[in-house]
């Protein structure tokens, strides 16, 4: 049995899957009109754009968040571990869409009473959600990095008399975010898929651009085909980026 | 809307999160079961195939798969589907993507002088398959698929767009009727009576099973 496929045989398949989609489904090439104009490509890459910097704001802002998380959970003071224990299992445990909904209702409440714009607007709640999940998510990727160095790091860092502050800084930190990059990349992946979530509480990024489009056209399926594929080139580059920093750092899953 | 009118419609929403959960995981695990065993049968265009499967479905929101699947279906020649239907065959084909991975893994866990001694005594892929390998991989891969499982049940209220009425979806529309914010906290506390508990079982059976083996 092969372990896994090369690049361009996985390519291959997906080629294979998206040419029976449209067999499957009685797709009509006169339906796929519109993308042979550029002003819907120039639509849609700019919901790309919104999409890429909802996920890079929500993944750089979660990482002084995932930072907080980890040191709290394997380090804090008991009062403050077990409300964090919590607050990241509860939030990783809860659907995505659920939390960017409660947000929205919360943040746009807390919007009017202050009198800030910014907050009633959508992109703000999907944002925080992401935010938050992401936190939570890369946090637990954090500790288990942390947890991963070997003990003797540890204890080689406190036996030069560092102090616990000095040790984390210095020398373990520097090895776990080495660690902890890869990982971050995919969750950069799952992010710019997660992103389309905002779309249902009117955040119009990508996947909204095109319902807005199909709605004027008539064919669903032709636009959700393209905007699909539009997401599994980003993400595909990703993934294979991830591969390469895995393996440039001398990383290897476990 | 009273509160009882308000736990009403979110214990009908629990239970469509339910049925919805379950259904799509049986299509899921029949599907996501084949294309696993694609991924390491003996022929390189259905390899290919069910590598780009997994790729492509795990590169892709789960959203628009269910409004193309919703849209689609009566094209594919199925009539009347519901939106619970059209909820459950999206679900279905995309967590199959996760399930594959997992059977993949399971199968590629079994020793190789097993699949030797199978190969020697004339069983062909599929008999080997079926006889062999899944039986012994079988138990290596529940707590993967359990983890599977969790996310499908959160996924399950991305349903919502399409109209199902699960446990999401009331929570929105008894917010919409009372103008109070209460009940989605009572919705997520509902969700969390169902995936905490699957996480703590998915703990502990990898906990045996890294024992075991």
Redesign the interface.
């Known amino acids: 049995m092969q372990a896994s496929e090369r690049p361009w045989q996985t390519l291959v398949g997906v080629g294979i899957v998206l040419a029976l989609i449209p067999l499957a489904f009685r797709m009509e090439p006169a339906r796929f009109a519109p993308f042979l104009e550029g002003s819907t490509w120039r639509f849609l890459a700019l919901g790309l754009l919104l999409t890429l910097e909802a996920s890079a704001i929500a993944i750089l802002a979660s990482i002084p968040l995932a930072l907080f998380f980890a040191l709290a959970r394997l380090s804090g003071p008991l009062w403050l571990r077990y409300p964090v224990i919590a607050l990241v299992e509860g939030i990783r445990a809860l659907p995505l869409l659920g939390l960017m909904f409660y947000l929205f209702l919360r943040l746009s409440a807390l919007g009017r009473q202050l009198g800030i714009e910014a907050l009633t607007r959508p992109d703000a709640a999907v944002i925080a959600a992401l935010w938050l999940y992401t936190g939570a998510v890369n946090g637990e990727a954090l500790r288990a990095a942390i947890l991963s160095l070997p003990r003797g790091q540890w204890e080689a860092a406190r036996s030069l008399g560092l102090t616990y502050g000095q040790a984390m800084r210095l020398v373990i930190l520097p090895q776990a975010f080495r660690r902890a990059l890869p990982p971050l990349v995919a969750q950069f992946a799952t992010l710019v898929k997660d992103t389309s979530l905002g779309a249902i509480i009117g955040f119009i990024e990508l996947y909204r651009r095109g319902v807005i489009l199909f709605q004027g056209e008539r064919n669903p399926m032709e636009t959700l085909y393209v905007v699909s594929v539009i997401y599994f080139i980003v993400n595909y580059t990703l993934g294979r980026l991830a591969g390469t920093l895995e393996r440039q750092l001398g990383l290897h899953r476990g | 809307m009273s509160t009882a009118d308000v736990w009403h419609y979110l214990l009908l929403g629990l239970w469509t999160t339910l049925r919805l959960s379950l259904a799509s995981m049986g299509v899921a695990l029949a599907l996501g079961t084949l294309i696993g065993v694609l991924r390491?049968s003996p022929v390189?265009?259905l390899?290919?195939?069910?590598?780009?499967?997994v790729?492509?479905f795990?590169?892709?929101?789960?959203?628009?798969?269910l409004?193309?699947v919703y849209?689609?279906l009566p094209?594919?020649g199925i009539r009347l589907p519901t939106s619970f239907d059209s909820a459950v065959a999206g679900l279905g084909v995309y967590t199959a993507a996760f399930v594959a991975e997992v059977v993949r893994a399971g199968?590629?866990s079994v020793h190789r002088g097993q699949?030797e001694a199978a190969l020697s005594l004339g069983m062909t892929f599929p008999q080997m398959v079926r006889l062999v390998l899944l039986p012994q991989a079988f138990r290596m891969m529940i707590p993967p698929l359990g983890t599977v499982f969790?996310a499908l049940v959160?996924?399950?209220?991305?349903a919502?767009?399409i109209a199902v009425e699960e446990l999401?979806y009331q929570?929105?529309f008894v917010?919409g009727r009372t103008f109070a914010?209460w009940p989605?906290?009572i919705?997520?506390l509902l969700?969390?009576v169902i995936?905490?508990p699957l996480?703590g079982l998915v703990n502990f059976l990898e906990r045996r099973l890294r024992i075991l083996f």
């Open positions: 390491v390189p265009p390899r290919w195939f069910a590598a780009g499967y790729e492509f795990r590169d892709i929101p789960l959203l628009p798969v409004v193309f849209s689609g094209k594919a199968l590629q699949i969790i959160k996924n399950t209220s991305i919502s767009a999401l929570a929105e917010i914010d989605m906290l919705a997520f969700y969390l995936t905490v996480s």
